[in-house]
């Protein structure tokens, strides 16, 4: 039977079948070839009866991350506040980069936006107007993001202390995950979420996952100056535009991609995420070639 691994705790996989949940090992198969099952990965069992079984095969996945191990994925929600801590652009730049590297629809969600002035919101909305964006209050009721849940693998990621957990404890109070205080002294949460496991929550699947600042794919192209620009689709609508072919959106003279940033047609921050993180990857190449 198949069926789709939901949490992997201690060597064992739950692996929610048509009938039941099972509690698998994977087969030695898997070690010889270098294959890992991951949360969200449909597998093949065994079932041996008492509640277990085995994991035979995996299905192929459309799409795997290495951090947080997960696979199959819909949608990234990119958890941020405003405040407390503040925003990072950088890594939610990143974040929403690799998303889209690896197929997954990103959307955004700003938190603590009670501890700011409106203005402050409506600006970071704007910012990000490309993509599916919300500005959330600790009043709010966050119907509007459930509704995107159904018939959905999705995971919830950010910095620590950005409010993933309360942001998924508000859409299914039933799970009463834990979450931490943040620590004043250090400008960020604690850890309070360490495995990834997937959670049925209107009509679809979420994971919790510990806090991370990065995401890897495992299986599709890593990200690399030559496709980063594929993963800013506030460039997509200036595509071939450009005096050079090779057109890198840096500095280059008689760049439509620049002219649209300096124009407002493109934020400025995101061109500016793109700029450092193209010349980052610019610099890892050289080091590979050299090395």
Not at 41 to 64: H, Q, W, Y
Not at 78 to 94: E, F, G, K, W, Y
Not at 250 to 265: T, Y
């Amino acid at each position: 039977m198949t069926g789709r691994i939901i949490s992997l705790r201690a060597g064992t996989y739950t692996v929610l079948t048509e009938g039941a949940a099972l509690q698998c090992r994977a087969r030695g198969r898997f070690r010889k070839d270098g294959t890992t099952p991951l949360v969200g990965d449909m597998a093949v069992v065994d079932d041996v009866g008492s509640g277990e079984g085995f994991i035979t095969a995996l299905l192929p996945r459309k799409n795997a991350l290495r951090r947080p191990a997960l696979a199959n994925l819909d949608q990234l929600f990119l958890v941020c506040s405003i405040t407390q801590p503040a925003p990072n652009l950088r890594i939610l730049d990143t974040l929403i980069a690799m998303a889209e590297l690896c197929d997954i629809a990103p959307v955004i969600v700003f938190t603590k936006c009670d501890l700011c002035d409106e203005r402050a919101s409506r600006n970071w909305l704007e910012v990000y107007r490309a993509f599916s964006c919300f500005a959330l209050s600790i009043q709010d009721s966050a119907d509007e993001i459930r509704g995107l849940l159904a018939g959905k693998v999705s995971a919830f990621c950010g910095n620590t202390g950005v409010g993933k957990t309360t942001l998924l404890n508000k859409l299914a109070p039933e799970l009463a995950l834990p979450t931490g205080e943040i620590s004043r002294k250090l400008g960020r949460g604690r850890h309070t979420t360490r495995h990834a496991e997937l959670f049925p929550v209107a009509g679809g699947w979420v994971a919790d996952t510990p806090g991370f600042s990065c995401l890897e794919p495992t299986e599709q192209e890593s990200l690399t100056k030559e496709n980063l620009a594929l993963c800013f689709r506030e460039f997509a609508p200036y595509e071939g535009q450009c005096r050079f072919p090779d057109c890198a959106h840096v500095r280059d003279k008689g760049c439509r991609i620049l002219e649209a940033a300096a124009a407002g047609e493109i934020p400025q921050s995101r061109w500016e995420s793109y700029v450092s993180l193209y010349e980052e990857l610019k610099q890892k190449n050289a080091w590979e070639v050299q090395k």
